[in-house]
């Protein structure tokens, strides 16, 4: 309200000024100009019956100026007694001489007489006078000068001067009260709109408009407020656009995650607790990308109307005040409802969602099969809210990834660990990512023992990481990490680079050539330049192309891009660079592509080596599979042999090179080639006194 007062206040007193002012100027400058010329005309009527008179008494002393006569001269002056205002009355000769005078004693002056002195500078004096000639015989023998008395006009010019003074004060004040209705209208809308502009700057509040009953409707005033009216109505249609874009999702006309979030926070912020229960639920649409892919956004676009409308009727939530429906994000749509006292309430609201959903549903010519995955948190009755209340979706959102491995359909209900768990895979991966950066990680080597010669013909290089605080992490923690958060290119780069300098390190420090094997990611493999980084790694170490083996796992051979793998393999075997198939029989082995691939080796994993001399039919799978890659013309690499009689039954079944525990450990650098030395020593000795093979203890050096 004081904002509204100064304003309006400050108008109106500018208002009442000028109007004043323009009153008093006006009035006053009227008034003045009559009085003025009254005064002057009084002067003038004053002036005329003096030279009147003056001419009069000119004549009559014309004898005696002309016979200096003074007796004479004063006899004809005293007839000017008889005139009234005359104060003096002076004969003077032609040289500007005395002859006679009557009345008050008076000091002449030349200026005393000027015929010129205007009525304006006769206000500052209280006399007026004339002069005429005195003529005799045709010759001007003097002048007759008459002093009046004006003060009667003066004063009369004052008190004129004076009431036209008040007239404007007053004609001002009059002008001012009568001129208050106007100042009013004028005001009014101007004064409301500032008070509306402050509130609104205040409290963004836009549902006021100016009432316009003061402002005439073509004058500027009522211009100006309709306009703002007009122009507060759009703020407020837009601002009705705004909410629904921000709180409303288009497609599906469902609240959205921030509608949810400020639900959210109105709660906490008006209970504090949820006394009934509550719960938030998460609901993913499995394969919803392939479906998108497969049958276009359109269809994918119907596929989110009719599960939103799903999930909407069977949760209850068009009918209930304590149920919220709302899209959460692309394929995800969140629960939130109150009353929940119990977890086996929260169960079942989640179970009516998915059981919806075991139906197919008729989306434009076509009957789909959707599941939905479930993830959520249930909010015990009485449990305050957290501070940041999007913890609640961020529980539910851990819940429905923990759903998601477990696979399609599932519901899972956040539990603490899984906070716990991300907040250790953050950690680590953070931890990981500075390791790449700063040279953290460290390659250690495991060795290759060819059969047939019983030297360690090479190393397969391993990426190794000593946790400043944690101490060695193993790879299975941290590879997998690296893959999901993006860190397995640079890993893989820097792997690569470390192993080819290395494996160069000792080759020119005298050791015989050995053969470093690098594990290629799927993600780095179809990375733009991957050939060129081998082909920097080679040349900056000083490493021949036939010293590198790269491995890839059967994965990189699923989806579309297999024909750009193949070329890829194939710029590689042309380079000279060995390439060996990893993880053989865990994945999707194909004998059709295995024989088109420019595949040198075949990597058997542990899983058909594990005591596979315990059981005739393991043992025929091995012998199986060995011996299928021998006739495509393929080298076998057994990895995992940890035993005497795992590594015996590989060299019986025919496998070219065993790499496992029970040979070697992964070891750094220095220490693996002390380590292929031991083994290469015993092995020549064992060969030269007979015996094949010695207990696991002897081959390793343990």
């Not at 004129?160 to 208050?180: D, E, I, N, Q, Y």
Request: charged share 20%.
């Amino acid at each position: 309200m004081a904002g509204k007062t100064s304003v309006n206040g400050s108008i109106a007193k500018r208002i009442g000024r000028l109007v004043a002012v323009s009153v008093f100027t006006a009035v006053t400058a009227a008034a003045s100009t009559i009085s003025f010329l009254n005064f002057q005309r009084g002067i003038e009527a004053t002036r005329s019956n003096l030279e009147g008179t003056a001419f009069v008494l000119a004549a009559s002393t014309a004898d005696a100026l002309v016979a200096r006569d003074q007796q004479a001269a004063m006899n004809s002056l005293r007839a000017v007694a008889r005139i009234p205002h005359v104060v003096s009355t002076y004969v003077i000769d032609s040289d500007s001489k005395l002859l006679a005078s009557v009345g008050q004693g008076a000091i002449l002056n030349e200026s005393a007489a000027d015929p010129s002195t205007s009525a304006l500078q006769l206000l500052s004096k209280s006399t007026m006078a004339v002069s005429v000639d005195i003529v005799k015989s045709g010759q001007v023998s003097g002048q007759l000068v008459m002093i009046a008395n004006i003060d009667d006009l003066r004063y009369t010019f004052l008190k004129m001067a004076l009431s036209t003074l008040a007239a404007g004060v007053l004609a001002a004040f009059l002008g001012v009260m009568v001129a208050k209705p106007l100042q009013r209208r004028v005001t009014g809308p101007i004064s409301a709109l500032t008070t509306t502009i402050q509130h609104l700057r205040k409290s963004k509040d836009y549902s006021e408009n100016i009432d316009t009953s003061d402002a005439k409707e073509n004058d500027e005033v009522g211009v100006l407020t309709r306009s703002f009216n007009g122009f507060m109505e759009d703020i407020r249609s837009r601002d009705r656009s705004l909410r629904q874009l921000a709180y409303f999702d288009p497609l599906t006309g469902l609240p959205n995650r921030a509608f949810l979030q400020r639900e959210l926070a109105s709660l906490r912020e008006e209970k504090g607790t949820m006394h009934g229960g509550a719960i938030v639920a998460l609901f993913n649409i499995h394969g919803f990308r392939e479906m998108n892919d497969a049958f276009g956004h359109a269809m994918g676009d119907g596929i989110l109307m009719s599960v939103a409308a799903h999930i909407k009727q069977a949760s209850g939530a068009s009918g209930s005040n304590n149920i919220l429906v709302t899209r959460f994000g692309g394929d995800e749509f969140a629960l939130f409802a109150t009353g929940i006292a119990t977890v086996t309430l929260a169960e079942e609201a989640v179970a009516r969602v998915q059981a919806a959903f075991l139906k197919p549903m008729s989306i434009g010519q076509m009957d789909l099969h959707v599941s939905l995955t479930a993830g959520a948190y249930w909010l015990a009755p009485d449990i305050a809210f957290p501070d940041d209340v999007g913890e609640l979706a961020r529980f539910a959102d851990l819940a429905l990834t923990a759903a998601k491995g477990q696979g399609a359909g599932r519901a899972v209900f956040f539990r603490p660990a899984m906070a716990e768990q991300l907040r250790r895979e953050t950690e680590i991966v953070q931890a990981l990512r500075h390791a790449i950066n700063s040279g953290g990680l460290e390659v250690h080597y495991q060795a290759q023992l060819d059969f047939r010669t019983g030297l360690i013909s090479g190393f397969e290089a391993l990426a190794r990481w000593h946790h400043p605080l944690q101490g060695y992490i193993s790879p299975g923690v941290f590879i997998p990490l690296a893959e999901r958060n993006g860190l397995i290119v640079a890993i893989g780069d820097w792997i690569l680079r470390a192993a080819c300098r290395e494996a160069a390190q000792w080759l020119y420090s005298g050791e015989r050539p050995r053969v470093i094997s690098v594990n290629v990611s799927p993600a780095q493999i179809m990375q733009a330049g991957f050939i060129e980084k081998v082909q920097a790694a080679l040349l900056d170490a000083d490493l021949p192309a036939e010293l590198l083996c790269v491995e890839i796992t059967e994965s990189l051979f699923l989806g579309d891009r297999t024909p750009e793998v193949i070329g890829v393999l194939n710029v590689l075997h042309g380079m000279g660079i060995t390439l060996a198939l990893d993880d053989f029989g865990t994945g999707y082995s194909s004998l059709g592509y295995l024989s088109r691939l420019p595949f040198d080796k075949v990597k058997i994993d542990r899983s058909f080596v594990a005591e596979a001399e315990k059981s005739e039919r393991r043992t025929s799978i091995l012998k199986s599979v060995i011996e299928m890659t021998h006739a495509l013309g393929m080298s076998v690499v057994a990895e995992g042999a940890e035993t005497v009689q795992e590594i015996a039954l590989l060299k019986r079944l025919g496998a070219n090179t065993v790499q496992g525990f029970g040979i070697a450990r992964p070891l750094p650098n220095k220490d693996a080639i002390d380590k292929a030395r031991v083994i290469e020593s015993r092995a020549n000795a064992t060969h030269a006194n007979g015996p094949a093979l010695q207990t696991s203890h002897s081959v390793t050096g343990n």
